[in-house]
């Protein structure tokens, strides 16, 4: 990814950012996530609610590593993987989505029903 890329994308809007990780997530087939030394995936609360984030490029993902992340390592998780996996640990923790945070500052968030719908939706364009 280009500087410009990146330098305009992160100006965007939750919404509109939730919208190209959609797109880009869809193109791509990859998901990004952090995760500390010992193996435990970032999450992060918000009003009690407790948020995976997640991230349609590793240079995203790499905006994130502060206050308290800066030594987590960002795995590439395979779309495939991230649905057969991941959906299970997120509904069985009740997490809520954090779509492309940007440094300290909440994405857009949702809950795994829109973020699947969404999904779906855009995958559909491709079959």
Known sequence: MNKYEFDNVIKLTPLERYRY?????????????????????????????????????????????????????IREIPLDDFIDEWYEIIDNNEYLINVFPINDITGFVVSLNEFKLDLEEELDKYY
């Not at 952090?34 to 590793?58: H, N, Q, R």
């Open 21 to 73: 990780f959609i797109k880009k997530v869809a193109d791509n087939e990859f998901i990004y996530l952090l995760f500390s030394k010992e193996g435990d995936i970032a999450i992060s609360e918000l009003d009690g609610y407790i948020m995976l984030p997640v991230w349609s490029a590793t240079e995203f993902a790499e905006s994130c590593k502060i206050n308290g992340w800066e030594y987590f390592t």
